[in-house]
C-alpha cells in the first residue's frame, strides 16, 4: 500500500526487479507512478516511526553522555574517546553478519526486529551502571543492536521503494529518524532541567520509547520479501555472490567511505570544543544536537531528492565539505552563538547528504539477493573507520590540545574530499548510470 501525500490513487506494490537491483513498485499496475516525495511506500512511513522512537531513546541518552562520562563519573577526555568509538563503531562487527542472514533467510523484518529489542534490553543496563567497564559493555550491547537492524531495515526500505526515487524514500525516512533525534535531547535537556541531577530519569524514558518502537515494528511493519512464496516455486539455493559485494563498483565505494570515515571524529567532540570556549554551548549543551538534527531534518528529502537527480556518489563526496566547514568553525577563536549555530548547520547538511544516500548507493549497486549485504558492507566500513577517528581524536586532544586537533583533522580531510572524488570519478561523470 502507497501513501500518496498528493491524495491522488497510487498503484499498489509490487516486487519485480529493475536492472540495477531495485524494485518497480509501478511496473505491474500499468500506473504512471508519481515521482518524489508525491509518493513513499507505507512501509517506510512505519518504519521511519519506529526509528524516530528509536531515535528518541537513543538520542536522549548521547545527548548527555559527554557531560555524564567527563563530568559526572570523572573520567577523561582519552576515555571519552574510546567510549564514543564504541558508540560510533562497535555496530561495525555484525552488520554485514546480520545483512547476510537478512539476505539469506529472506525475513529482513525480523533480523532488523532482534537489532531494536537487543538494544532496547541494553537501555535497562543504563540504569544500573556507574563505571567505565559497566558503561562500556551497555554502550557495546546498545550499538550491536544497531549493527543487526540497520541493514535489514534499510533493505526494507528499498524493497518498498522505486529505483528512480530510493534516495527520496531515504530522505522520507531519514527525517522521521530525525524528528526523534531531535526529540531526544530536548526531553534531556527539559528532564535536567527540572531534575538537575536526573540522568537516571532520563535513562528511563529512553527504555521506555525504545520498548514502544520494538512493539510498533513487531504489530505493524510487514515482512516484505523479494518475490512473494506462496507465487513462485522454491529454487534451489544460489551461491552467495560475493563479487558484487566486494568487487566492481562498491569496492570504490567501500574505499571512499572508509577513507572519508577515518576523519569523522563524532559530534560530541565537537560540541565539547564548542562547550569548552562558549558560555552559549555550555548552558545549552545537549540541545546542540537538537541544533544538528532539526538542520538534517529540513534538509534530508531534499539531498535525497537531489542524488536522485544529480548522482548519489557526487551528493556523498561533496557533502563532506559540510563536516569539513564544521570542524573549521569549531577550530577557530569564535566564541559567539552566531558561530556555534553555524557550526551545527554544517553538521546536519553534512548527515543529510551522506547518512540515507551511502545506503541508496550501496542498494543500487548490488542485486535484491545481495542488497541487505551490500548496504551492510558499506556501514561497516564506516562504522570501522569512525571507531578509529573517535579514539584516535581522544589522544590527539589529549596530546595536542583541542584547536590544534581539529586543524589538523581539517586539513587531512580536505585531502580526503579530493583523493576520493578522484576514486569516484567514474561514478561522478555519468549520473544516468547511478541514479536510475
Not at 58 to 73: C, D, F, K, Q, R
Not at 122 to 129: C, E, I, N, Y
Not at 233 to 248: C, D, E, N, S, T
Request: glycine fraction near 10%.
Amino acid at each position: 500500500m502507497y501513501i500518496s501525500f498528493n491524495n491522488k490513487p497510487s498503484p499498489d506494490e509490487a516486487a519485480e526487479p529493475s536492472d540495477n537491483g531495485g524494485t518497480d513498485l509501478a511496473a505491474e499496475s500499468g500506473v504512471k507512478r508519481p515521482r518524489g516525495l508525491r509518493t513513499v511506500s507505507s512501509t517506510v512511513i512505519t518504519l521511519g516511526i519506529v526509528s524516530m522512537l528509536t531515535d528518541i531513546s537513543s538520542e536522549s541518552v548521547s545527548a548527555i553522555l559527554p557531560l555524564y562520562i567527563t563530568g559526572v563519573l570523572g573520567l577523561s577526555t582519552i576515555a571519552f574517546g574510546v567510549i564514543d568509538g564504541l558508540y560510533q563503531g562497535v555496530s561495525a562487527f555484525v552488520r554485514i553478519a546480520a545483512g547476510y542472514a537478512s539476505d539469506r533467510s529472506d525475513q529482513p523484518k525480523w533480523i532488523a526486529f532482534i537489532g531494536y529489542g537487543l538494544s532496547a534490553i541494553a537501555r535497562v543496563g543504563l540504569l544500573f551502571t556507574t563505571g567505565f567497564g559497566a558503561l562500556t559493555a551497555v554502550i557495546t550491547a546498545d550499538r550491536i543492536g544497531k549493527g543487526i537492524r540497520t541493514a535489514p531495515r534499510d533493505s526494507l526500505i528499498t524493497a518498498t521503494s522505486s529505483p528512480e526515487s530510493l534516495g527520496a524514500s531515504f530522505g522520507v525516512h531519514r527525517t522521521l529518524d530525525n524528528i526523534g533525534a531531535a526529540i531526544g535531547p530536548l526531553l534531556a535537556f527539559f528532564i535536567l532541567l527540572l531534575i538537575p541531577d536526573g540522568y537516571e530519569t532520563i535513562f528511563a524514558a529512553s527504555l521506555a520509547f525504545a520498548i514502544i518502537g520494538v512493539a510498533i515494528l513487531g504489530f505493524f511493519v510487514p515482512n516484505t520479501r523479494r518475490v512473494d512464496a506462496a507465487a513462485v516455486p522454491r529454487a534451489p539455493r544460489k551461491k552467495f555472490a560475493w563479487g558484487i559485494v566486494l568487487r566492481g563498483p562498491m569496492r570504490r565505494v567501500l574505499a571512499g567511505a572508509g577513507i572519508l570515515g577515518l576523519l569523522t571524529i563524532g559530534d560530541g567532540f565537537v560540541y565539547l570544543v564548542l562547550q569548552s570556549r562558549s558560555d552559549f554551548a555550555a548552558q545549552w549543551f545537549p540541545l546542540l544536537y537538537v541544533g544538528t538534527n532539526v538542520v538534517f531534518l529540513a534538509c534530508a528529502i531534499p539531498m535525497g531528492r537531489l542524488a536522485d537527480r544529480v548522482g548519489r556518489a557526487r551528493v556523498f563526496v561533496f557533502g563532506h565539505v559540510g563536516l569539513l566547514a564544521a570542524y573549521v568553525v569549531a577550530a577557530l577563536p569564535l566564541s559567539d552563538i552566531a558561530s556555534t549555530l553555524l557550526c551545527l548547520v554544517f553538521l546536519g547538511a553534512f548527515y543529510a547528504a551522506t547518512d540515507g544516500v551511502l545506503a541508496a548507493l550501496a542498494a543500487q549497486l548490488t542485486t535484491p539477493e545481495t542488497r541487505g549485504t551490500g548496504i551492510a558492507a558499506a556501514q561497516t566500513v564506516v562504522a570501522v573507520s569512525r571507531l578509529v577517528a573517535a579514539s584516535g581524536f581522544g589522544l590527539l586532544w589529549f596530546t595536542l590540545g583541542r584547536e590544534q586537533s581539529m586543524y589538523i583533522v581539517a586539513g587531512l580531510l580536505v585531502v580526503a574530499i579530493i583523493a576520493v572524488a578522484i576514486l569516484f570519478r567514474p561514478f561522478l561523470s555519468s549520473t544516468r548510470s547511478l541514479t536510475t
